[in-house]
């Protein structure tokens, strides 16, 4: 216990202090004054000492990791602040598929690659719910709803909505996303034929973002947002500044340690309120006319509106959020790695061309999504799925003391061992973008290349097939909480490539080739900057050519 020493060196003459004043006070005043000592005790001091002893004496005891690079912010900070392809790739290197880090004063946090452990933890969504502080979080910014609520209340929720992704109601809307496709790549040729070499430069994230959140909207709720809210670019301009920085991730750290101050007027929730705000206009619209005035008709519409007006409009805010987000990043993201790999794109260009050809026009939806009729698209699709998906890692929190089973043995103090005991508060770590999707050890040597031939070469790694996941990989997450507008994103993504790879070539940008792209992670998802001017915020430029 000799760790208790200097925290009682300052409590004890503090408390004599305190005790010495007791003499010029009034009674009252003094009884006021413990009152407040006893609350802001139960409330905060108790737990915090609780909790120093646990991580200290209790969680993650014997188990390996990187020495924690400060007392106040822990790793949290490099996660947050720095690039995010391969931090957790290169602590795997070191210290195998589970290790631990470290958050703010010390508190262990374990991190999750094997696959039979973050199965086990994300199918088990009771034990091992989100933390309280961000379910605050994510309270503020959708109201409840889908992102919010475990067990039976997510499921009660999420079933009417289920009937709105399935394949068969997809494909329903997919003459939507083809005609939404047919506009942009209509509107980059205008402005390409208006230049003397009919080649430009465009930011590429910010005109797939408007892309997908129009698509979403119109084949969601057979609505468009530039009704209501003007030109979408504008309204993607009054969502930005999700950007941390040191002292939002220090709030958050506290936040984490103390979720009732939530409550609290404080950046990391203003944040999230705001976009609540902007895109509870849209859902509030899209409620009155689409299913109060009946004035337009939707699968999802239908399912939303059996619920309550208040829990809809929370639904419809997190859907237009997260129906975007993920896969403008994506299709962003493989623009990218197709103008790194020219081959690759040739390759791809050449399939979809000859296959069209055939067809007469548009290569049918059917096709698109067929795993055997355009083979070498699918594993690009397939590749970009693995290597680029958008949100770097999932987390959860032990509700109660458990065991998580291990696919693996690791070593903690000094014994090999196949499954690690948790405690209740444990906060878990599963990263998915330099870490399951990309593992050397479930991947092997080239698991961080973006090779989609690794899909039509023989099978793969039996390590990763190991990892018990639909396609195996982690981007769309796993258990009851599996994305469930995934069919929905895959059609977008296939249909939006397929359209633009065929009408144009993309390059590296001739202004920023000699600059790196980076990711940093922005709000819950990694976007693209530009190394040396990320102070800019995100934006992929590339340069496109008419074809």
């Not at 509107?187 to 590429?204: C, H, I």
């Not at 670019?233 to 969502?239: F, N, S, T």
Request: proline content about 6%; overall charge neutral.
């Amino acid at each position: 216990m000799y760790r208790a020493a200097p925290y009682a060196a300052v409590v004890l003459p503090v408390l004599g202090l305190q005790l010495w004043l007791t003499r010029l006070e009034s009674p009252l005043a003094i009884y006021l004054r413990y009152a407040t000592y006893l609350a802001v005790f139960c409330r905060v001091t108790f737990p915090m000492i609780s909790a120093l002893y646990r991580w200290n004496f209790v969680m993650l005891k014997g188990l390996a990791g990187p020495k924690s690079p400060s007392l106040i912010y822990g790793h949290m900070a490099n996660f947050y602040l720095n690039e995010c392809d391969s931090l957790y790739y290169e602590w795997e290197k070191q210290y195998g598929l589970v290790y631990r880090i470290e958050s703010s004063f010390k508190e262990p946090v374990l991190v999750l690659t094997d696959p039979k452990g973050l199965s086990y933890v994300l199918n088990n969504d009771l034990k091992f719910p989100r933390s309280e502080a961000t379910k605050q979080v994510l309270q503020a910014a959708f109201s409840g709803g889908l992102f919010v609520n475990d067990g039976e209340e997510h499921r009660r929720q999420r079933k009417p909505i289920n009937s709105a992704f399935t394949g068969l109601a997809v494909q329903e809307l997919s003459d939507t996303l083809y005609d939404l496709a047919d506009q942009i790549r209509d509107g980059w040729k205008a402005e390409l034929q208006a230049l003397p070499s009919r080649r430009g430069t465009f930011d590429v994230s910010r005109r797939i973002q408007v892309l997908t959140t129009d698509a979403f909207s119109r084949t969601g709720f057979a609505y468009s947002i530039a009704d209501s809210s003007g030109p979408i670019a504008d309204l993607l301009d009054r969502l930005r500044g999700l950007e941390d920085n040191h002292f939002t991730v220090l709030l958050q750290l506290i936040l984490n340690k103390l979720p009732f101050l939530v409550n609290i007027p404080n950046p990391v929730t203003k944040k999230w309120r705001r976009l609540r705000i902007e895109l509870g206009k849209i859902a509030d619209e899209v409620w009155d006319k689409g299913i109060t005035e009946k004035k337009f008709h939707s699968k999802l519409l239908d399912g939303i509106g059996k619920q309550d007006r208040d829990l809809a409009i929370s639904h419809i805010v997190a859907l237009l959020y997260a129906g975007s987000e993920t896969t403008a990043n994506i299709i962003t993201e493989t623009l990218h790695k197709l103008a790194l790999f020219p081959k690759i794109q040739e390759k791809l260009r050449a399939e979809l061309a000859s296959f069209s050809e055939k067809c007469g026009g548009a290569i049918p939806y059917e096709d698109l999504m067929s795993l055997t009729s355009l083979p070498y698209f699918d594993a690009v699709v397939k590749e970009a799925l693995r290597v680029l998906t958008s949100v770097p890692q999932l987390s959860r929190q032990a509700r109660e003391e458990d065991v998580i089973p291990l696919e693996y043995p690791i070593t903690m103090d000094g014994k090999s061992v196949t499954e690690i005991r948790v405690y209740p508060g444990q906060t878990i770590h599963m990263p998915t973008r330099d870490g399951v999707n990309t593992s050397p050890r479930l991947w092997g040597p080239t698991a961080k290349q973006f090779i989609p031939e690794r899909w039509l070469d023989g099978p793969l790694p039996e390590d990763a097939l190991n990892i018990r996941i639909p396609g195996h990989v982690l981007s769309f997450g796993d258990g009851p909480k599996i994305c469930v507008g995934r069919f929905f994103a895959l059609a977008e993504f296939k249909i939006f490539v397929a359209t633009l790879v065929q009408h144009f070539e993309f390059g590296l940008s001739p202004k920023d080739g000699e600059k790196e792209i980076v990711f940093h992670l922005t709000g819950p998802t990694a976007k693209a900057r530009v190394k040396g001017r990320e102070d800019e915020g995100a934006q992929l430029p590339l340069s496109v050519k008419m074809l």
